[in-house]
């Protein structure tokens, strides 16, 4: 019977990783959706991203690092966004290079190096306009 709980184990792993994948990638979709909005909307925008920045906000908080990567790369595709702008005019940032220099800064000191490259990098965006 011990192979059963085996084998039985082995599938939950795996429905597990599938459903953090799968979670993964939709997490993308919808940072890639918000990105695209932002650029196009500007600061009409705003009101939906204030809504739906604290999710991600959260993440940040998880002990996962490539969840706590999801957020970081968010907040510094908008960060980026921001200062490039549309047609050379920068998209207002409604605060957000201070809103998240401190998770950035806490994110950049941890040791998973895809986490920490990007969160260097969006203190950098911080640091280059004016978070």
């Known amino acids: 019977d011990e192979d059963d ?4 184990d082995e599938d939950d792993y795996e429905r597990d990783t599938e459903a953090l994948e799968w979670e993964e990638d939709l997490v993308e979709q919808v940072e890639y959706a918000m990105c695209r ?5 500007g600061e009409a925008f705003l009101p939906s991203l204030d809504q739906l920045l604290p999710w991600f906000s959260e993440r940040l908080q998880d002990i996962d690092p490539a969840q ?7 907040f510094d595709d ?10 050379g005019t920068p998209l ?12 950035l800064i806490q994110c950049s000191r941890s040791d998973d190096p895809d986490l920490r490259q990007a969160a260097i990098y969006g203190v950098g965006l911080c640091a280059q306009h004016g978070g």
């Open 5 to 8: 709980g085996g084998e039985e």
């Open 37 to 41: 909005m932002y650029e196009h909307h």
């Open 68 to 74: 706590q990567r999801l957020s970081v790369n968010l």
């Open 78 to 87: 908008l960060l980026e966004l921001g200062s490039a702008g549309v047609g």
């Open 92 to 103: 207002p940032c409604h605060g957000l290079a201070s809103r998240f220099a401190a998770s």
